[in-house]
């Protein structure tokens, strides 16, 4: 009977002591700088960079974090990151004009293409693909981040964004793939390339005998047209428009990302904050039911193998203390969903309105409207136009 008492004592002890342990995630925090080249690199062996907007990666959220995703804001990030990469491989000084790009119908020399895999303020998985406009592709890699509280205090938030070492890296590890797989001959090649193929989208039948495949699928040059050719200069004049256009939509992404700042800032400090607490709740709650178990399950073993009423009563005792610690788990997972259910309200200010766009050409004013993607569509579509008047005029 002594024995049964004493097994009883210690179940209920370990149980909460079980309960009463916590988890705590230290963290480290380190920075990682850009690292610039040489800075006397001519301007024909800088590779401009067409950083794509990311895939929100909707479609691979996990199990597990779909109930704390919030698909407008993953949305909204998938616009936010990639300015935020492009404005860093542009810090970085090591490649020619960087642009973020509508879609994917302007040739660039180089493409960045990411997809988000996680965001909750506390972490971020990107995984990001590079290839170049020959076809080949560079590499693909994921980069991820656990930040600490620290990097939202104001004094950190004003020098960088809270990942801003994701952004670096990726900076770092496509510099460090050019400079060791990339000769000069290939960036020359590149660039050509490019230009052959933003040709081809106007005039296929003068610039298609160019370029061809090899075995792997990839362009290469098989001719070069003559300098002074007129039609090539004609489209030189249009993609020069074409640029200029583009960078008129990196002001709109400027101040898309300047807008959403603030409402992204609060909605990630707030969702790293409930980040931990799900985290600790979670673990909390488990940690409950497992005690709550052991209890019910040692006293109804006191309570069924006890002799006298003294063992009985205490088996009966450590059945309901058990009850309610499972009771008190169930408890915290309501908490749980309060929290997870606040993280769903955090989003909703975040919009994305596109004004229209009125641009004046020399025998004609024209408006875009529509998404900043739907107005390039129709941008193309007014370069077209005014390559067919021009080159009809040659």
């Known amino acids: 009977m002594k024995g049964n008492s004493r097994t009883l004592t210690i ?11 916590s988890t705590h995630t230290v963290k ?44 407008e804001i993953r949305v909204a990030e998938a616009r936010y990151a990639p300015y935020l990469l492009a404005e860093t491989l542009q810090r970085s000084a090591n490649w020619g004009i960087v642009r973020l790009m509508p879609n994917d119908a302007s040739p660039m020399d180089v493409y960045v293409d990411g997809t988000i895999l996680l965001s909750n303020g506390e972490a971020m998985i990107v995984r990001v693909t590079v290839s170049d406009s020959t076809g080949r592709e560079w590499y693909t890699k994921v ?31 496509l510099f460090a793939y050019r400079l060791s797989n990339i000769s000069d001959t290939e960036i020359v090649e590149i660039r050509t390339v490019s230009e052959l193929l933003f040709a081809q989208r106007f005039s296929p039948d003068a610039f298609d005998e160019y370029l061809g495949r ?22 030189r004049d249009i993609r020069e428009r074409d640029f200029m256009f583009i960078d008129t939509v990196q002001d709109y992404y400027a101040t898309y990302v300047r807008q959403m700042r603030l409402s992204y800032d609060s909605w990630r400090e ?9 985290r600790q709740l979670d673990a909390s709650a488990r940690r409950r039911f497992l005690a709550g178990t052991a209890v019910v399950l040692g006293g109804l073993a006191a309570a069924t193998s006890g002799g006298n009423y003294a063992t009985q009563t205490g088996g ?4 309901g203390a058990g009850a309610m610690l499972i009771k008190s788990g169930f ?64």
């Open 143 to 173: 980069y991820d981040e656990v930040i600490s509280q620290f990097s939202y205090e104001p004094s950190q938030r004003q020098q960088s964004d809270p990942f801003q070492v994701i952004y670096n890296n990726i900076a770092n590890d």
């Open 214 to 235: 090899d075995r792997q699928g990839y362009y290469q040059i098989t001719a070069l047209p003559a300098e002074n050719d007129p039609v090539l200069g004609r489209v």
């Open 331 to 394: 408890d915290k997972r309501a908490e749980a969903k309060i929290h997870m259910e606040a993280l769903e309200e955090l989003g909703q200010s975040l919009e994305n309105e596109v004004a229209p766009r009125v641009i004046n050409l020399d025998d004609r004013t024209i408006t875009l409207t529509g998404t900043v993607e739907e107005q390039y569509d129709q941008w193309k579509e007014v370069l077209a136009d005014i390559y067919a008047a021009e080159v009809g005029n040659i």
């Open 28 to 71: 480290t925090t380190s920075y990682t700088p850009i690292i610039q080249g040489s800075q006397d690199v001519p301007e024909e062996l800088l590779l401009d960079v067409g950083v794509a907007m990311f895939d929100p990666g909707i479609d691979e959220i996990d199990k597990d974090d779909e109930e704390v995703t919030n698909h």
């Open 270 to 278: 707030q969702s790293y904050q409930e980040t931990i607490t799900l």
């Open 11 to 21: 179940t209920i002890l370990l149980a909460f002591i079980i309960s009463a342990c």
């Open 316 to 319: 009966a005792v450590g059945v």
